[in-house]
Protein backbone atom coordinates (compact mmCIF):
# COMPACT_ATOMS: atom_id res chain seq x y z
CA UNK A 1 0.00 0.00 0.00
CA UNK A 2 0.85 3.49 -0.71
CA UNK A 3 3.24 4.99 2.16
CA UNK A 4 4.22 1.20 3.70
CA UNK A 5 7.20 -1.01 3.14
CA UNK A 6 9.58 -0.65 0.11
CA UNK A 7 8.11 -4.10 -1.80
CA UNK A 8 4.48 -2.48 -1.83
CA UNK A 9 5.05 0.88 -1.48
CA UNK A 10 5.08 3.09 -5.16
CA UNK A 11 8.43 4.71 -6.64
CA UNK A 12 9.27 8.34 -5.70
CA UNK A 13 8.19 9.67 -8.95
CA UNK A 14 5.27 8.41 -10.84
CA UNK A 15 4.22 9.59 -14.43
CA UNK A 16 0.74 10.40 -14.50
CA UNK A 17 -1.97 12.04 -16.19
CA UNK A 18 -3.53 14.84 -14.22
CA UNK A 19 -6.22 18.25 -14.81
CA UNK A 20 -4.30 21.02 -15.96
CA UNK A 21 -5.77 22.97 -12.70
CA UNK A 22 -3.54 20.33 -10.46
CA UNK A 23 -0.79 21.86 -8.74
CA UNK A 24 2.59 20.25 -9.79
CA UNK A 25 4.46 18.32 -6.72
CA UNK A 26 1.35 17.62 -5.01
CA UNK A 27 1.07 13.91 -3.02
CA UNK A 28 -2.68 13.14 -2.11
CA UNK A 29 -1.52 10.11 -0.21
CA UNK A 30 -2.56 10.00 3.18
CA UNK A 31 0.27 9.22 6.06
CA UNK A 32 -2.14 6.28 7.14
CA UNK A 33 -1.10 3.17 5.13
CA UNK A 34 -3.69 1.00 6.22
CA UNK A 35 -6.17 3.23 4.26
CA UNK A 36 -4.40 4.57 1.61
CA UNK A 37 -5.59 2.81 -1.49
CA UNK A 38 -9.29 2.92 -0.20
CA UNK A 39 -9.47 6.71 -0.98
CA UNK A 40 -6.83 6.97 -3.92
CA UNK A 41 -8.71 5.10 -6.06
CA UNK A 42 -12.05 7.15 -6.14
CA UNK A 43 -10.04 10.47 -5.94
CA UNK A 44 -7.74 9.54 -8.97
CA UNK A 45 -10.99 9.02 -10.95
CA UNK A 46 -12.83 12.31 -9.41
CA UNK A 47 -9.23 13.92 -11.14
CA UNK A 48 -9.28 12.24 -13.95
CA UNK A 49 -12.95 13.29 -14.68
CA UNK A 50 -11.53 16.69 -15.49
CA UNK A 51 -11.75 18.04 -19.38
CA UNK A 52 -8.53 18.86 -19.42
CA UNK A 53 -5.04 17.07 -18.94
CA UNK A 54 -1.44 17.42 -18.26
CA UNK A 55 1.36 15.08 -17.43
CA UNK A 56 3.24 15.73 -14.01
CA UNK A 57 5.18 13.93 -11.88
CA UNK A 58 3.71 13.36 -8.01
CA UNK A 59 6.73 13.67 -5.65
CA UNK A 60 6.54 12.23 -2.59
CA UNK A 61 9.27 14.16 -1.16
CA UNK A 62 8.30 17.70 -2.27
CA UNK A 63 4.96 17.61 -2.09
CA UNK A 64 1.65 18.97 -0.84
CA UNK A 65 -0.01 15.82 1.41
CA UNK A 66 -3.12 15.77 2.49
CA UNK A 67 -3.30 14.74 6.53
CA UNK A 68 -4.81 11.74 7.50
CA UNK A 69 -6.28 13.84 9.98
CA UNK A 70 -9.42 12.53 12.47
CA UNK A 71 -12.31 14.89 13.45
CA UNK A 72 -11.68 13.46 17.19
CA UNK A 73 -9.49 13.97 19.54
CA UNK A 74 -6.39 12.35 20.50
CA UNK A 75 -5.14 10.84 16.21
CA UNK A 76 -3.53 7.80 15.76
CA UNK A 77 -2.82 5.16 13.54
CA UNK A 78 -6.27 3.82 13.45
CA UNK A 79 -7.65 7.45 12.65
CA UNK A 80 -10.10 7.53 9.66
CA UNK A 81 -9.25 9.75 6.69
CA UNK A 82 -12.42 12.08 5.27
CA UNK A 83 -12.29 12.05 1.80
CA UNK A 84 -13.00 15.54 1.49
CA UNK A 85 -9.47 16.96 2.18
CA UNK A 86 -8.26 14.62 -0.45
CA UNK A 87 -9.99 16.61 -2.86
CA UNK A 88 -9.87 19.94 -1.11
CA UNK A 89 -5.79 19.58 -1.00
CA UNK A 90 -6.32 18.68 -4.81
CA UNK A 91 -7.87 22.53 -5.15
CA UNK A 92 -5.25 24.55 -3.84
CA UNK A 93 -2.29 25.81 -6.45
CA UNK A 94 0.89 25.95 -5.52
CA UNK A 95 2.88 28.96 -7.11
CA UNK A 96 6.83 28.46 -7.19
CA UNK A 97 8.74 31.30 -6.36
CA UNK A 98 6.05 33.73 -5.47
CA UNK A 99 6.44 36.11 -3.84
CA UNK A 100 10.08 36.18 -3.88
CA UNK A 101 12.57 33.05 -5.26
CA UNK A 102 12.42 29.79 -3.64
CA UNK A 103 9.03 30.27 -2.18
CA UNK A 104 6.06 27.62 -3.09
CA UNK A 105 3.35 29.96 -2.57
CA UNK A 106 -0.29 28.09 -1.65
CA UNK A 107 -2.79 29.62 -3.81
CA UNK A 108 -6.50 29.04 -1.73
CA UNK A 109 -7.80 31.33 -4.47
CA UNK A 110 -8.43 28.20 -6.51
CA UNK A 111 -9.77 26.70 -3.87
CA UNK A 112 -12.57 29.31 -3.81
CA UNK A 113 -13.66 28.67 -6.94
CA UNK A 114 -15.03 25.29 -6.21
CA UNK A 115 -18.00 26.31 -3.92
CA UNK A 116 -18.73 22.18 -3.30
CA UNK A 117 -14.87 21.92 -1.95
CA UNK A 118 -15.14 25.47 -0.49
CA UNK A 119 -18.02 24.30 1.84
CA UNK A 120 -16.49 20.83 2.26
CA UNK A 121 -13.54 22.85 3.74
CA UNK A 122 -15.61 25.20 6.00
CA UNK A 123 -17.90 21.67 6.93
CA UNK A 124 -15.27 19.94 8.63
CA UNK A 125 -14.24 23.02 10.83
CA UNK A 126 -17.52 23.32 11.99
CA UNK A 127 -17.90 19.36 12.78
CA UNK A 128 -14.64 19.86 14.86
CA UNK A 129 -16.02 22.89 16.67
CA UNK A 130 -19.50 22.04 17.02
CA UNK A 131 -20.98 22.00 20.41
CA UNK A 132 -17.68 23.20 21.80
CA UNK A 133 -19.25 26.11 23.62
CA UNK A 134 -16.47 28.63 21.92
CA UNK A 135 -18.24 31.92 21.88
CA UNK A 136 -15.46 33.53 19.69
CA UNK A 137 -13.58 33.29 16.47
CA UNK A 138 -11.16 35.37 16.24
CA UNK A 139 -9.48 35.45 12.46
CA UNK A 140 -5.94 36.54 11.28
CA UNK A 141 -5.55 39.46 8.58
CA UNK A 142 -5.74 38.54 5.76
CA UNK A 143 -7.36 35.23 4.64
CA UNK A 144 -8.26 34.24 8.13
CA UNK A 145 -11.23 36.54 7.25
CA UNK A 146 -12.67 34.27 4.43
CA UNK A 147 -12.75 30.88 6.57
CA UNK A 148 -13.65 32.75 10.43
CA UNK A 149 -16.93 34.17 9.21
CA UNK A 150 -18.84 31.20 8.18
CA UNK A 151 -17.32 29.38 10.89
CA UNK A 152 -18.64 31.80 13.59
CA UNK A 153 -22.00 31.79 11.88
CA UNK A 154 -22.39 27.34 12.13
CA UNK A 155 -21.20 27.48 15.76
CA UNK A 156 -23.23 30.58 17.03
CA UNK A 157 -20.05 32.70 18.28
CA UNK A 158 -19.15 36.23 17.19
CA UNK A 159 -16.22 37.12 14.07
CA UNK A 160 -13.58 38.91 16.06
CA UNK A 161 -10.66 40.47 13.36
CA UNK A 162 -6.92 40.56 14.43
CA UNK A 163 -5.59 43.04 11.71
CA UNK A 164 -2.49 44.82 11.10
CA UNK A 165 -1.59 48.03 12.54
CA UNK A 166 -4.31 51.01 11.78
CA UNK A 167 -6.99 48.85 10.40
CA UNK A 168 -9.17 49.10 12.84
CA UNK A 169 -11.02 52.17 13.59
CA UNK A 170 -11.59 51.98 17.25
CA UNK A 171 -9.35 51.71 20.18
CA UNK A 172 -6.87 48.90 19.93
CA UNK A 173 -5.16 46.42 22.09
CA UNK A 174 -1.55 45.35 20.14
CA UNK A 175 0.64 42.59 20.15
CA UNK A 176 4.47 43.12 18.93
CA UNK A 177 5.85 40.47 17.01
CA UNK A 178 9.31 39.50 15.43
CA UNK A 179 10.03 39.14 11.59
CA UNK A 180 13.05 37.97 9.68
CA UNK A 181 13.92 41.34 9.37
CA UNK A 182 12.23 43.57 12.09
CA UNK A 183 9.02 43.51 13.39
CA UNK A 184 4.84 43.53 12.88
CA UNK A 185 2.00 43.99 14.87
CA UNK A 186 -1.28 42.29 14.87
CA UNK A 187 -4.18 44.81 17.15
CA UNK A 188 -8.22 43.98 17.77
CA UNK A 189 -10.62 46.10 19.04
CA UNK A 190 -10.85 46.61 23.38
CA UNK A 191 -13.65 44.87 23.99
CA UNK A 192 -14.10 42.85 21.32
CA UNK A 193 -13.72 39.94 23.62
CA UNK A 194 -14.44 38.75 27.41
CA UNK A 195 -12.52 37.37 30.22
CA UNK A 196 -13.27 33.92 30.32
CA UNK A 197 -14.73 33.69 26.75
CA UNK A 198 -13.85 30.24 24.84
CA UNK A 199 -12.00 31.16 21.42
CA UNK A 200 -11.25 29.39 18.16
CA UNK A 201 -8.06 30.88 16.39
CA UNK A 202 -8.33 30.51 12.47
CA UNK A 203 -6.01 31.37 9.25
CA UNK A 204 -5.30 29.76 6.23
CA UNK A 205 -1.81 28.90 7.14
CA UNK A 206 1.06 28.40 8.91
CA UNK A 207 4.48 28.86 8.39
CA UNK A 208 7.04 30.44 11.25
CA UNK A 209 4.00 30.99 13.59
CA UNK A 210 4.84 34.56 14.65
CA UNK A 211 1.81 36.13 13.51
CA UNK A 212 -0.34 32.91 15.34
CA UNK A 213 1.84 33.33 18.45
CA UNK A 214 0.94 36.66 18.96
CA UNK A 215 -2.24 36.68 18.48
CA UNK A 216 -2.61 33.93 21.56
CA UNK A 217 -0.27 36.48 23.14
CA UNK A 218 -2.90 38.96 22.54
CA UNK A 219 -5.91 37.23 23.69
CA UNK A 220 -4.10 35.81 26.84
CA UNK A 221 -3.40 39.05 27.82
CA UNK A 222 -7.36 39.93 27.51
CA UNK A 223 -8.00 36.77 29.66
CA UNK A 224 -9.41 34.30 26.90
CA UNK A 225 -9.17 30.96 26.83
CA UNK A 226 -7.91 29.44 23.21
CA UNK A 227 -9.44 25.97 22.63
CA UNK A 228 -7.50 25.64 20.00
CA UNK A 229 -5.84 27.34 16.92
CA UNK A 230 -6.95 26.16 12.99
CA UNK A 231 -5.25 26.47 10.12
CA UNK A 232 -6.14 24.95 6.53
CA UNK A 233 -2.70 24.57 6.03
CA UNK A 234 0.65 23.88 7.72
CA UNK A 235 4.21 23.94 6.66
CA UNK A 236 5.87 21.66 8.45
CA UNK A 237 9.68 22.27 7.98
CA UNK A 238 9.21 25.71 8.94
CA UNK A 239 8.25 24.27 12.67
CA UNK A 240 5.52 27.13 13.35
CA UNK A 241 3.69 24.70 15.45
CA UNK A 242 6.95 24.84 17.86
CA UNK A 243 6.11 28.38 18.45
CA UNK A 244 2.10 27.54 20.13
CA UNK A 245 3.47 26.14 23.03
CA UNK A 246 1.17 23.46 24.07
CA UNK A 247 -1.75 25.40 22.57
CA UNK A 248 -3.00 22.82 19.97
CA UNK A 249 -3.02 22.72 16.30
CA UNK A 250 -5.77 21.61 13.86
CA UNK A 251 -4.85 21.69 10.47
CA UNK A 252 -6.74 19.53 7.01
CA UNK A 253 -3.34 20.06 4.68
CA UNK A 254 0.74 19.67 5.01
CA UNK A 255 2.61 21.30 2.10
CA UNK A 256 6.26 21.73 2.00
CA UNK A 257 7.79 25.02 2.32
Not at 53 to 59: E, P, V, Y
Not at 64 to 87: H, N, T, Y
Not at 116 to 141: C, H, M, P, S, W
Not at 198 to 206: M, N, Q, S, Y
Amino acid sequence: MWGGSSQSSLSLQQLVTVPTFFPPFKTLIPYHSSTSLRFAAPLLSHLLSRRHTATIFFSLRTSIGAMAASLQDGGGEEDVVDSRIMKIASAIRVIPDFPKPGIMFQDITTLLLEPKLFKDTIDLFVERYQGKNIAVVAGIEARGFIFGPPIALAIGAKFVPMRKPKKLPGEVISEEYSLEYGTDCIEMHVGAVQEGERALVIDDLIATGGTLAAALKLLDRVGVEVVECACLIELPELKGRDRLGARPLFVLVKADA
